[in-house]
């Protein structure tokens, strides 16, 4: 039997990490997962945070993934001096004692079985992730369309759906599995950059009307 998603109250913060009332995003923020304190935060300030959300969540996994123990040390070196490096850092210092236990009773393993990369539907991500992936796709789109004024489809938009998957994968070290909640969200996606566009006055047309 599938596990049944937790269901959440209230809008996430992409940033904090909370589930907060509706009352607590602006109209943009809203759309964009921003809650109305964390949106007058710096730009640095929000990023760092968003990067200690990753580091709970993958550190408090259980079991780590080997793309789990890479991000907390990636972070760790590469934001040594801000909170999230510091975070990850710790992290890793409460977890080692952990994986050299776990080492040592699987020493026989080979490295492939022990560690393996994890494969994710989109529909099953993290609400943060999804949502990072979500603003990535709308960012594409609504650059394709305006650099070459058509909708994206066929090999255009399968490139731009591609190019995330990948960006995914850098960034949270995980493998996002395309499905059909992914695919949806591309048509949602680009149905309401249309309709933003036809409402500021412009039109956008699909390729074939355009030659």
């Known amino acids: 039997m599938a596990k049944k998603k937790k269901k959440h ?3 996430y913060c992409r940033i904090c990490g909370n589930y907060l009332p509706n009352e607590k995003f602006t109209g943009k923020g809203h759309a964009r997962h921003i809650c109305k304190s964390c949106q007058s935060l710096p ?21 780590m993934s080997r793309q789990d123990w ?21 992290m890793l210092d409460m977890k080692r004692g952990n994986y050299e236990t776990e080492e040592e ?12 990369e994890e494969k994710i539907p989109f529909a099953d991500l993290e609400d943060d992730i999804r949502y990072e992936l979500e603003e990535l796709l709308a960012d594409n789109i609504n650059e ?11 090999k255009d938009l399968k490139e731009i759906k591609e190019w995330v998957i990948k960006e995914a994968h850098d960034a949270f070290l995980i493998q996002v599995v ?3 909640a992914y695919n949806n969200l591309v048509d949602e996606i680009i149905h309401r950059l249309v309709k933003e566009w036809e409402e500021d006055g412009m039109e956008i047309k699909k390729k074939s009307t355009t030659l």
């Open 105 to 116: 009773t699987e020493e026989d393993a080979p490295l492939d079985e022990i560690y393996e």
């Open 144 to 154: 394709f369309m305006i650099h070459k004024d058509y909708i994206p489809e066929g």
């Open 70 to 90: 890479e991000l907390l040390e990636k972070y760790a070196k590469k934001y040594k001096d801000m909170e999230s490096g510091k975070f990850a850092q710790d």
């Open 178 to 180: 395309p499905d059909t």
């Open 9 to 11: 109250h209230g809008h």
């Open 43 to 63: 730009q640095e300030v929000q990023a760092d945070m968003r990067r200690c959300n990753e580091v709970e969540r993958a550190a408090f996994k259980y079991p």
